[in-house]
Structures are given as structure tokens and as C-alpha cells.
């Protein structure tokens, strides 16, 4: 019997693709909606999980977005940012590359600084609390204007907040990662990292952009790039990692069922694959639960989850040093 209860066991694990919003619990939604006297459309935690049934991508972002309104002060990403690292440090996850979408924000009218103030002081909250560390990507909506991305970049800069990197998310089809060219430049030349949503929902040409348009460094998801012999061959060939993310997957229907999580496909290519929740509050789990998932699923042994876990090292944007540290 494969034990399936400590999926992390002492391994040290970075999580490389996680939403900051997509953490945000129902029973947080329903917290803040009532000290702020915002009205909900659903009467209780029951109905509004009920909506969690999604049928595809979008299903699931209308509610991610709808729900967001309940964020609204410093305090408020604070405290979202807080309970995440708490959670994740206590599965041992000891580094978090946290995505957010201040545009998701700033359209109602709350400054990418107050997002980013917030997020900061979780992060260094929670570092002197528990050890764990965490830096913030924030994500281009790729499904708004070129022009709003832009205004985004330049606040995030400005602010004067530290930012790891620039990403791409929200609904894949129709909007290739080549629209945001210029966006991602200017990112890079300022010294970001650079990471993008491609192969979700959307075709291996679009794993192709992300890497030779916006020139990225990590692909987020990537499951289309198995369709593509060349494509897999470059992934491997460049050690370009893929987030992987199970039960989002299964949830957003883009797998039938855990069974078919192509994981064993993806470790034959030799392609650096890592693990990763998503959006936990949403597709029902934390990393240590996409973690047992897999193991209830696979029989994964230890050389499996060790070879996960190293690679999650790898495809962080840790310094050196660092790295070598928590690899041993
Ligand atoms: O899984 C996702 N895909 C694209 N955009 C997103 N924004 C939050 N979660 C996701
Ligand atoms: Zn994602």
C-alpha cells in the first residue's frame, strides 16, 4: 500500500504557480463580504460551492473575477497572502513564486501599490513567523488590451515594490502570447523574469510564442506542448520548466480525470515538470493535495517525488545559493 498521508514528507518544495486570488476561501469570501456590508449573490457557503462545478476555463474565471470584490484594502491582500504561505509552510513548502493580477484590481479601482503593500507585508510576516519565503509575479489578463498591460507594467514599476517577474493568465483561446510582445520586452529590460500561461486551453503554437515572442522562462501548464514532437524537444533540450498543475486540470476539464495526468508522459521527455496548485480554493487543493492526488493515482515512489521536488528547486528564480543549499 503506497502510503498517500505525508505527500511532502521532509522535502523541501518551491510552488512555482499558485494564483494569490485563487486562494481565497468561500469562507473568507463570506468574512469579508459581511464586514464590509457587500451583498453576495449566493445566501451561503453551501450555494456558492455548488458553483464549483466548472465546465471549462471561463466558467471558472467569471466566478475567480466575481469573487475578487471582496478585496479591497491593503489589510484585505495582506491578510490573503498571510494564510496562503501559512498553509503552504505547513505542508513544507518552503519558497512560493506567488502570481497576482493587478488589473483584475485596478478596473475597480484599487491601485496596483495597495495590492503589492499588502502582499509585501504577508510575505515578510509570515518569513519571520515561519522561515518560509515568497517574491510576486504579476500576470498580464491576456483577454484586455495591450494598453491596460502596459499602464499595469508601468505602476508595478513605478511603485517601487519588488517584483520577481511578469506573467501571462486568464482565458488562453484567441488571445496568442504575441500580443503582448511589446509588454514583455519592456518587462525584461527592467529586469524581470518572465514566465506565461500557454497550452492550457490553447494550441503548442502558443507554447511556441511564449517562448521565442516573449522569450520566457518557465511555461505555465504546457499540456498542449505533448502534441508537438519539436516543441517537446526544445522544453528538454533548453531545461525550459513546466508548471504543472493536476487537480486545476482535472476541475477545468482539461483532462477527463486524474488518471489521465499525463505525468509519466512528461518525465519521459525528460522535460523539467513540477507540481503546483493553481488555484487551490477553487480545484480543491493545496500543493500537498495535488501531491496526494497523484500518489492515490500513480503509485509514485519516493525517487519520483524527490526528482519533483529537486526540480522544483531548479525552476525557481532562487539565487544560486540558495539552491545549492536546498538541493544538499
Ligand atoms: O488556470 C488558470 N489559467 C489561466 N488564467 C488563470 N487565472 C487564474 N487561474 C488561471
Ligand atoms: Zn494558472
Not at 500561461?197 to 502558443?206: K, L, N, T, V
Request: glycine share 8%.
Amino acid at each position: 500500500m503506497t502510503d498517500t498521508t505525508a505527500p511532502l514528507g521532509r522535502l523541501p518544495f518551491c510552488e512555482l504557480h499558485v494564483h494569490i486570488e485563487g486562494t481565497l476561501e468561500p469562507a473568507t469570501i463570506f468574512e469579508l463580504a459581511a464586514a464590509k456590508d457587500i451583498r453576495l449573490p449566493y445566501a451561503d457557503e453551501a450555494e456558492l460551492a455548488a458553483l464549483y462545478d466548472f465546465s471549462d476555463l471561463q466558467s471558472f474565471l467569471d466566478l475567480y473575477y466575481a469573487n475578487m470584490q471582496v478585496l479591497q484594502t491593503e489589510d484585505d491582500f495582506e491578510a490573503l497572502g498571510a494564510a496562503y504561505l501559512r498553509r503552504a509552510g505547513a505542508a513544507g513548502v518552503v519558497h512560493a513564486e506567488m502570481f497576482v493580477d493587478p488589473q483584475a484590481h485596478s478596473v475597480r479601482g484599487i491601485p496596483e501599490s495597495v495590492v503589492l503593500a499588502g502582499l509585501h507585508r504577508a510575505i515578510a510576516a509570515v518569513g519571520a513567523e515561519t522561515g518560509i519565503t515568497a517574491s510576486i509575479i504579476v500576470c498580464v489578463l491576456r483577454d484586455q488590451p495591450v494598453d491596460s498591460a502596459e499602464r499595469m507594467l508601468d505602476r508595478v514599476l513605478e511603485s517601487g515594490f519588488a517584483i520577481e517577474g511578469i506573467g501571462l493568465d486568464s482565458a488562453e483561446v484567441g488571445y496568442p502570447p504575441s500580443l503582448f510582445r511589446s509588454v514583455f520586452e519592456r518587462a525584461r529590460a527592467a529586469g524581470l523574469h518572465a514566465v506565461a500561461h500557454a497550452g492550457e486551453e490553447g494550441p503548442a503554437s502558443y507554447v511556441w510564442e511564449a517562448l521565442d515572442v516573449l522569450g520566457v522562462e518557465r511555461v505555465d501548464h504546457g499540456n498542449r506542448a505533448l502534441d508537438d514532437a519539436a516543441l517537446v524537444a526544445r522544453l528538454a533540450a533548453d531545461r525550459i520548466p513546466l508548471t504543472l498543475c493536476p487537480l486545476s486540470n482535472v476541475r477545468l476539464r482539461v483532462i477527463p480525470s486524474i488518471a489521465e495526468f499525463p505525468l509519466r508522459r512528461m518525465l519521459d521527455t525528460g522535460i523539467l515538470v513540477t507540481i503546483n496548485s493553481d488555484d487551490p480554493a477553487y480545484f480543491g487543493g493545496y500543493l500537498d493535495d495535488n501531491l496526494r492526488a497523484l500518489r492515490g493515482a500513480f503509485d509514485l515512489g519516493g525517487d519520483v517525488l524527490g526528482l519533483l521536488a529537486r526540480n522544483s528547486v531548479e525552476a525557481s528564480f532562487l539565487a544560486p545559493a540558495r539552491k545549492h543549499a536546498l538541493l544538499g
